[in-house]
Structures are given as structure tokens and as C-alpha cells.
């Protein structure tokens, strides 16, 4: 189960798990970004490729507009993950 | 019991069902929950892919677990399936690309052959069988 809601300083969280059948439900939560964001990863305890694809799908298009997602609290499994793939050369994780 | 196997039906939303094997199976094993995430990844990324790629299938999918010679071994069985070998046919993903040239598709292989130590592919009679393999070796809780 994910669970995708705003912060009190309107940084998007995530919890759970972003696996292949969260993807419709992320898809739309994350084609309405339109603007540099912050994802917090902190209650995110797995993610998969079909996440990744929303992510990278999200940046490729706010990286259209001059900005960008910035990655926060991002655990070290998912960084592991982010590092594989060589994301954390195309995201901001702080 | 060192194995642990059940099937389940084709369909994306069966997988916190292969979840729920997985952490019973770490768990009566004793095995380091460090191991979960690799597992699991690499459980969603072959089950789904026998889902994504063979559209056309109407058997269930097959997911086992089990220790062998110190090592973890899934074993995955699509049981109508054509032959898609990702140790050969997967695309290759250059990780080092840019974003712009960044493309969907192949991280999820990419992915798994990095996290497991090894993968084998088998194909007969219409049945394919991915099998992956990881070390165990300084893993266990106890």
C-alpha cells in the first residue's frame, strides 16, 4: 500500500511501498506536479522499477520547465536502489 | 521447512500476495530481514514481467523459495509463455546517460542481476523458468 499526501511545508510524502500496483494511483498523484517539489521518502520502505519510471517520467518533464524533484530522507535500501541505476545522477537526494 | 511455494494468479495485484510468502518464508527461515527488500524486488520484477510481456498467457504464475547450499534460490515459472531470456534478450540500460536520454524499460533486469548473484534462464515446452540466486553467507539472525 502507498499512502501519498502534503506536508505541512507542501513537500509530497510518501509511506509504504511504491510497488507496480501503486502504479495507476501515482500516475495521477504525480501528473499534476508542475513545479520543482519535495519528496519525502521518509515512511517509504520499498520501492520498485515501476516506481522508478514514475519518478524518472516526472523529472524528465519538470526538467523541460528549468526544475526538478528533490529527494529527502531516502532510506538506504532505496538509495542502493537510486544508485544502481544510476538515478542519483539525475536527482537531487539530499 | 526449507521451501515454501504457491501460484498465483496472473495479475499485477496479486503481488502483495508474493509479498506475504516472501516475508513468511525469511521469517521462518531466520533470515536477516535485510534481505527483504533484494527478495522482493526481485520477485516483483520477474512476476511482473510475466504479466507485462505475455499478455496473451492464462496460466497462473509459479513463485518458490528455498535454501540451498547456503544460498537463497527463487524460482519463478511462467507455464505458457514465449522465450524471453533476460540474460540475453533484456535491453541493455547505459546507467551513466543523462536524463534527457533516459528512456523507460530494462532498469527492472538491470536491477535484479545487480541485487541477486546470479540469474538462470530455462524455456521448454512453452514453460519459462527464471531462477535467481543469492548468497546467504553472514546474513542470518541468529
Known sequence: ?94 | MTEMSARFRRDIEALPEVFDLAAQFLSSQQLDSELRFAVDFALEEVFTNFVKYNPGGVSDIGVSLRIEDDQLKLVLTDFDSPRFDPNSDAPVVDINKPLAERKPGGLGVHLVKTMMDRVEYGHEERTSTITLYKRLRGTCST
Open chain 1, 1 to 94: 500500500m502507498l499512502d501519498i499526501t502534503r506536508g505541512s511545508n507542501d513537500e509530497v510524502v510518501l509511506a509504504g511501498r511504491f510497488d507496480a500496483a501503486q502504479v495507476d494511483k501515482a500516475k495521477t498523484f504525480f501528473s499534476g506536479i508542475n513545479e520543482g517539489t519535495t519528496i519525502d521518502f521518509a515512511s517509504l520502505d520499498y520501492i520498485s522499477s515501476a516506481g522508478l519510471g514514475i519518478l524518472l517520467a516526472t523529472q524528465k518533464r519538470l526538467s523541460d520547465r528549468g526544475t526538478g524533484l528533490r529527494l529527502v530522507n531516502v532510506n538506504r535500501h532505496i538509495r542502493d536502489v537510486f544508485h544502481f541505476s544510476g538515478f542519483d545522477q539525475i536527482f537531487e537526494i539530499v
